[in-house]
């Protein structure tokens, strides 16, 4: 009877995790504005993954805090970010820009409550076209 208790549980909790990545991340990350920013680097599909990528990493990590902006930082600053691909194995790095404000102080306490961060940056990596992969964030 515990076991089938606890198979049901499992496969609610799976459901549930399904459910809430169809709906679109978490709700801290659903009202984020974004930039149309023009690259000669990377395509617009490039740039949209990348974003999902933080999206995702930011619904699921950062739930203290909501995103309110998340946009392509610009080919200048992708190229100067390069050595990050080498430092990841990788074949290209990307930059993002964002603001977002930190709604409850985080486990880590390295974020201030109430406080607005603006110009954080994230650095994802990809080789072969692949999927990005988030390697850093904070500010250059």
Same mark, same amino acid.
């Given at each position: ?7 049901? =549980?499992?496969?609610? =909790?799976?459901? @549930? =995790?399904?459910?809430? @990545? ?18 000669? +680097? ?47 194995? @990788? ?16 486990? @880590? ?14 650095? +994802? ?16």
């Amino acid at each position: 009877m515990k076991k089938a208790i606890c198979i049901m =549980l499992c496969i609610l =909790l799976g459901g @549930a =995790l399904i459910v809430c @990545a169809a709906v679109g991340f978490g709700s801290n990350v659903r009202n984020a504005e974004t930039r149309d920013v023009p690259s000669e +680097l990377y395509t617009q599909e490039d740039i949209d993954s990348a974003i999902k990528a933080i999206k995702r990493e930011f619904a699921f990590g950062w739930r203290n805090c909501e995103l309110l902006e998340i946009y392509y930082a610009g080919d200048e600053m992708t190229s100067a970010c390069q050595e990050w691909a080498e430092r990841y194995g @990788a074949d290209e790095a990307i930059v993002l820009m964002s603001s977002f404000k930190v709604n409850k102080r985080d486990s @880590a306490a390295t974020l201030n409550e109430g406080a607005t961060y603006r110009q954080w940056n994230w650095i +994802l990596v990809r080789s072969d076209g692949g999927k990005w992969k988030h390697v850093d964030h904070g500010f250059i």
